[in-house]
């Protein structure tokens, strides 16, 4: 266990700043004008805690190399962050860290309790320690050294600050130490020189020889001073009483930088500031929250990002800003226009739209409608809205008005009041008429509500469609609309006035109209540069005249791919963008270029929203991702893919590390297993990872992309071997160049040619001798214990299947509803994926999950919402012939089926019949479930994935338009 008491008491004075930090800001609040919360949230941010590394989250300092290596002082020791991956190295003692500094040849000059020392690492990835405080064990007075404030590298040697002496080994080698003019409070490095505070005295400075007092030191007597960083003007630093100093000089001394937030900063207690690699500095306080300030320490942004008092910050090379705090580490993508708000911000349920309007933000749920606020602590936050409870699929600006579309009904909100526009069955768009001023069409699943605001809204005319169910409508002119139809082809509705007022002419388009794909999965049209498109399954078509032609070469469908169905556009404010539910593009210069997103809350995107400043809205089923163009796209940085560790384990059993940097072919012995281990430095994006091992004759094949950065080869055969690792982003960034790994396999002895004809003669002549013997002396042994041994095995067998039965069962149970879970279920798949490619046989998966369950969890209570849990769980049982058929549990309320040799027809059948006894048993409780169906047959150049991701996007779909219905995926 690590000797955590002294450097805890540090810990606990920060905790205990931290704690009259929240007293304060509960009793005064901070919602000074200088520094309001922005509802676009924090840059994107990771947490990382002890569910990632093992040790405790307790941090008082950070440093990053130039290759965006992040390391840690710890109160367990030093923390590595490389490759991915974290790495805990204590210390000699197991005492904890309090300062760290990387010095110019790469190594790790670190302070603790009682020790300071420099950690340096070899070739193979593993960290040494050398002792540096032994060097003055003969000195009078230096030991013991007490709490080491700051280590530091300067142009003489290393410096470490004790409490009771300042010490200094030379780089030539010499060693020197000074007595403190006093007991050491804290160390800052200003510039090539050590300042201290000094208890009695306040600060001094260190010029090589002797200490020095600063002019004005005195004032710091009473106040700390707790960080500092070099400026254009000198040095800036923070006192977490008196927020900002700024020293012009060695002798000119630290004078008040006056700022409107004065009143703010004392109350978060700035604590740690770092000078950015834009010029602007980030401060960070005991509060949890970042503030960026430029040169003239004019405010710019102010973030919260953690719940605990940071204790240090620092910028990486790979553009993150890293913070430690008491409780966990956080990584800040800096620079980044991108921004990200979610659950921690008080939204929940599934998000379909935001807008802006009325100086807040609103985001459409399926929990209702949520606005946001600046709460008493200055932090926005969202609420939902008690007149808009339910559902809410869309929103939409119209000058002073916000339109509404929930379940029930269409609302209106002006100048903070809602009014009721109209009833209605779940509007899930409003679309703005670009011909008729002051008209909007709200798109209903089998209707089109017109609407227009004259002079206040109302409805001029609801137009009911029958068997079309709405994917998109486009506007040939005021009166004539072609709509996506996900039921088939396209369809150009005409509006018509008789005597019997205005209806609409529907006629349906189809093999006539140029289309040759069948319509069987739905089609959906867009308005792009004037002219007209349609989709229907992977085809692209282009509207010319009264006909459809094929435009397979459109960028838009090279860039989509097999998602080009999903397509969507976005226009505002002068921008242009197009959208999956994986991918955006924005048009740039007459191009489409990506917007790379590189995060992973990213994954399912389903709206855009253009601001009228022009920031954009990315509605991701994680949370609200703003893009501000103005600030435009930070610069890539290089990924530095780096090999962390390989690991040899040879035919012995015996494990050791290999030189890790693949500069030279490695000649290894006859192995069991050699493993690698490899990651990007510092890059918490979405990255992928595929792989490549050649033999001695070249070739080799990639390996598939993978998000798990490492790969293990057993009982390689003798001959000459190279590894190269390629890695991407989720937003299509790929690394510099492959990482390449090359080694030998030597032959064991009884694979040399020499050890093969010795060994067939011996054996040979062996063989012979023995078999004569055997036969005699043992055949008389082997009939009398034949029977025994049979018995024997028998019950021992029979006792072993039992055993594995019951294992295999509770390995693949779900312990709530006792049916499969989701483990079983991966293992059937995979299975079944492989048996029906060989025998050229339909699978089909059925992606079910229920609906209003949350409501229901909330309103019942969570053991009536397992019960009920349980009871859909036996409904779907009536319909799955197990054990050719497999019901699974795939996470919360969402259930998985799997249908061999089933087609898509029998299973969107199968998947009705479901829907329908789900439906008859929730009836009383308001519970229904909503299903997607995808099948294809299986084979080369298609991933088992892909089947799945299929029937969840069918799922995405029937949750969209209503719930409680059976959609069908595309063919793949």
Known sequence: MPRVHAPNQLLKRLACLGAVWSGLACAAGVGTAEVAADASGVPLLTRFNAEHYDVMPQHVGVAADASGRVFVANVEGLLVYSAGR????????????????????????????????????????????????????????????????????????????????????????????????????????????????????????????????????????????????????????????????????????????????????????????????????????????????????????????????????????????????????????????????????????????????????????????????????????????????????????????????????????????????????????????????????????????????????????????????????????????????????????????????????????????????????????????????????????????????????????????????????????????????????????????????????????????????????????????????????????????????????????QTRLLDRRGIATLDLPPLDALRFEYGIDGHDAAVEFRTRLADGGGGGEWSEWTAIGEREFTRLAPGHYQLSVEARTRGGRASSDALRFAFQVQPRWYQTRAAAWAAAAAALALGSLLAWFWGRHRSRKLRERNLELEREVAAHTRELEVANQRLSRLAVQDGLTGITNRRGFEQFFARSWNRLAEQRRSLAVLMVDVDFFKQYNDQHGHLLGDEMLRGIARQLEQHVQEPEELLARFGGEEFVVVLCGVEIEEAAMRAHAIRARCEEFGKERGITVSVGVAACWPRGGLRPAQLIEEADAALYRAKKLGRNRVERGRAI
């Open 86 to 653: 974290f790495e805990s190295i204590q210390t000699p003692h197991e005492n904890s860290l309090r300062s760290i500094a990387l010095t110019r040849d790469g190594a790790v000059l670190a302070g603790g309790y009682d020790q300071f020392g420099l950690y340096t690492e070899s070739a193979d990835g593993s960290w040494s320690y050398t002792d540096l405080d032994e060097r003055f064990r003969d000195v009078a007075g230096a030991h013991p050294i007490g709490q080491v404030w700051l280590v530091q590298e300067l142009p003489d040697g290393y410096y470490a600050q004790g409490d009771h002496r300042l010490f200094r080994i030379g780089h030539d080698g010499s060693a020197g130490s000074w007595p403190n003019p006093g007991p050491a409070l804290t160390a800052l490095r200003v510039g090539d020189e050590l300042w201290g505070r000094y208890e009695g005295i306040g600060l001094m400075r260190f010029d090589g020889n002797g200490f020095a007092r600063v002019p004005g030191g005195e004032e710091f007597i009473r106040y700390g001073v707790q960080s500092s960083a070099p400026h254009p003007a000198g040095t800036v630093f923070t006192s977490r009483m008196h927020g900002i100093y700024l020293a012009t000089g060695k002798t000119a001394g630290l004078k008040h930088v006056d700022t409107p937030y004065d009143a703010w900063l004392r109350e978060v207690q700035a604590y740690s500031i770092t000078a950015l690699d834009d010029g602007d500095f980030a401060i960070a306080t005991l509060s949890g929250e970042v503030a960026i300030v430029d040169t003239r320490f004019a405010l710019k942004k102010r973030y919260r990002v953690s719940n605990y008092p940071i204790t240090d910050i620092t910028q990486s090379a790979d553009g993150g800003l890293w913070c430690a705090t008491e409780g966990d580490l956080v990584r800040l993508e800096w620079p980044s226009p991108w921004t990200f708000v979610g659950e921690e911000d008080g939204l929940f349920g599934a998000l379909n739209d935001a807008e802006w309007f009325e100086g807040s933000r609103w985001v459409a749920t399926s929990l209702g409608l949520f606005r946001s606020r600046v709460g008493d602590d200055g932090r926005a936050r969202f609420a939902r809205e008690p007149w808009a409870a339910d559902e809410v699929w869309d929103l939409q600006r119209v000058g002073g008005d916000l339109l509404v579309g929930e379940r029930n009904s269409v609302m209106r909100l002006r100048a903070g009041v809602p009014s009721k526009v109209t009833d209605s069955s779940g509007v899930f768009e409003l679309q703005v008429s670009t011909f008729v001023h002051e008209r909007v069409l709200a798109l209903e699943d089998s209707a089109i509500v017109e609407l227009e605001r004259r002079p206040d809204w109302h409805v001029v005319k609801r137009h009911e469609l029958g068997e079309i169910s709405i994917s998109t409508l486009v506007e040939l002119d005021g009166e004539h609309w072609l709509l996506g139809n996900w039921r088939g082809y396209p369809v150009l509705a005409e509006r018509v006035a008789d005597a019997n007022g205005v209806h609409l002419q529907l006629t349906p388009l189809g093999a006539q109209a140029g289309f040759a794909t069948a319509a069987d999965v739905g089609s959906s049209v867009w308005l792009l540069d004037g002219k007209v498109y349609a989709v229907i399954g992977h085809d692209l078509y282009e509207r010319r005249g009264e006909r459809f032609a094929a435009v397979p070469d459109h960028p838009l469908a090279i860039l989509a791919g097999s998602r080009v169905n999903e397509l969507e556009f976005r226009r505002g404010n002068g921008q242009e963008y197009a959208f999956t539910s994986r991918a955006v593009w924005k048009m740039q210069d007459g191009r489409w270029e990506p917007l790379r997103v590189e995060s992973r809350r990213a994954l399912g995107l389903s709206e855009l929203s253009i601001a009228e400043d022009g920031r954009l809205t990315v509605v991701a089923w994680g949370g609200l991702l703003t893009f501000d163009p103005n600030l435009g796209a930070r610069v890539d940085s290089a990924l530095h893919l780096r090999m962390h560790r390989a690991t040899l384990t040879d035919a012995a059993h």
